[in-house]
């Protein structure tokens, strides 16, 4: 029988294709968010990203919030580099049956989102399709000396993340059970942080950065193996948002920790850099009401994660985040 793209997962599909794609062009590196193009003193950042009805669209999403969520999904990868959004093309793929008025409340919705961050959709296309299917591709710049990327963690560096962890892991539950709450608005309206990726990049101090879509468990594994380093993460340090600590309050089938490692979703910014320049880095998303917190410190030996606990009890953590054709 013939291995298939579920016997091995996304990441697995994308390192084939890299070495492909090597074969013509050394310099393509497909393990970061962007892509980049250098132009003179700058980066041209592009980034695309899917969305399908059938894995992305959970029932109750409305086709506002569908056509906001492509776009800052897409704008997020833009905001782990330090970039600036330049423009976003949008591509639809519909059944003939698809209603207009939720396509064109559908487009209203990227729009929205595109305007909040200072950028427009500049074209796309649509097309025929058995169900609804969303492309995008966000564009972008970037100056050299702040580029951002996956790679560049050093030994001695500590690891930290912006906002908090697991409101869209609190947003999906209260969507299942049909509450109407603000924690949906996060789930199904992320805001991708682009103010707060330039804040950090223009620093010039961060050493490795990416988002947080997959979840923080993956995201530190993905980190791990790019850079051949560990990560010990502090359990008590964890920023689990409000929303999903009154959650897990009140139904005792929800995990809190675990969701808030695992989930994703979240589309906050983890990155590395020294100790000594966190005192900055917080100083500058003060600025705009943004909390900042080091929830670990990178570790020598083998690409694993592990959890330590106040009484310094350390276990592996499970890479359990999401990845497509891996039903994970």
């Not at 992305?56 to 905001?79: C, E, K, R, Y």
């Amino acid at each position: 029988m013939k291995e298939t793209v579920s016997d091995i997962g996304e990441r697995a599909l994308i390192k084939m294709a890299s070495s492909i794609y090597k074969e013509h062009n050394n310099s393509v590196d497909l393990t970061d968010d962007c892509a980049i193009i250098p132009i003179a003193d700058e980066y041209i950042l592009s980034s695309s990203d899917m969305i399908s009805e059938k894995t992305h669209v959970p029932h109750g999403m409305t086709p506002w919030q569908i056509g906001w969520f492509t776009t800052a999904i897409n704008l997020s990868d833009i905001a782990a580099k330090g970039g600036n959004p330049v423009g976003i093309l949008l591509s639809v793929g519909m059944p003939p049956t698809y209603p207009v008025s939720s396509f064109l409340d559908l487009i209203k919705g990227a729009s929205s989102c595109a305007t909040r961050y200072n950028t427009s959709i500049i074209g796309g296309d649509t097309k025929e399709n058995d169900h609804l299917v969303i492309s995008g591709t966000a564009l972008g710049r970037v100056h050299k000396d702040f580029f951002m990327s996956r790679k560049g963690v050093q030994s001695d560096d500590v690891i930290a993340v912006t906002g908090t962890l697991g409101k869209a892991a609190a947003g999906f539950h209260s969507l299942k059970n049909q509450k109407k709450s603000g924690e949906i608005n996060a789930l199904c309206e992320p805001n991708p942080r682009i103010i707060e990726g330039k804040k950090l990049a223009e620093t010039g101090l961060v050493h490795s950065c990416m988002d947080l879509s997959d979840g923080l468990s993956s995201s530190l594994y993905q980190l791990a193996e790019l850079n051949h380093v560990g990560f010990e993460i502090q359990k008590e340090k964890l920023p689990i948002s409000k929303e999903l600590l009154v959650i897990s309050s009140q139904d005792p089938t929800v995990d809190e920790l675990y969701l808030s490692l695992h989930y994703g979703g979240d589309y906050e910014l983890l990155f590395t850099a020294s100790e000594k320049d966190i005192s900055l880095f917080k100083k500058k998303l003060d600025e705009i009401n943004v909390p900042l917190t080091v929830i670990g410190k990178v570790i020598s030996g083998k690409e694993a994660v592990f959890i330590c606990d106040s009484n310094e009890n350390n276990e592996i953590l499970p890479n359990l985040g999401y990845e497509h054709f891996t039903n994970k």
